[in-house]
């Protein structure tokens, strides 16, 4: 009897950790949205809901745990043939792209307004040694190795013109970003 009320103790204590450590995990965007535990869906259905004119204020900042270093980039508008508008924005750190910081508002008409996708909260790193554009293509091949790129394959490229008539080409491009491997 003393060990099954031992258990049941154990069991207790272990619950109760376990739900405290949950609840410290809620972000702040918990208090404006409804969201499920391994999702990236959003509902901004508690009556604050961020549109592309203040997603960068300071209550949405303070929502989305970011400082005035940090912003959102609109990149992309559109709306569909339901009439839902769709708002892509890159997060951007001190002015460069933080890589797969894209996140995605969707306007209803007369409806909750949901967004999805990544972000990094609290993202604050100071500005290390800037690379050269080669240093870090050289990094990049290195690290996914290829017998061809695409850029290579004259095929390839030559169906990228077609489709751009002659604009683009698949070579690297050099754009400086914040290359992070954590986010939301």
Known sequence: ???????????????????????????????ITTHKMNSNWYRFDKGVKPTKENLNSLEMKQYFEMDNNNSFQCIKSDTDDLRIIHHSFQQVYKGYPVQFAIFKIHEFKDKTIEGNGHYVPQFNKDIPTIISFNEAFNFAKQYFPSEKYMWQDSMEELSLRKRSRGTSNLYAKEELIWAVSTWK
């Not at 031992?6 to 609840?23: A, E, W």
């Open 1 to 31: 009897m003393k060990n099954i009320l031992s258990v049941l103790d154990l069991l207790f204590i272990y619950s109760t950790v376990t739900r405290s450590q949950n609840i410290e995990k809620e972000s702040p965007l918990s208090l």
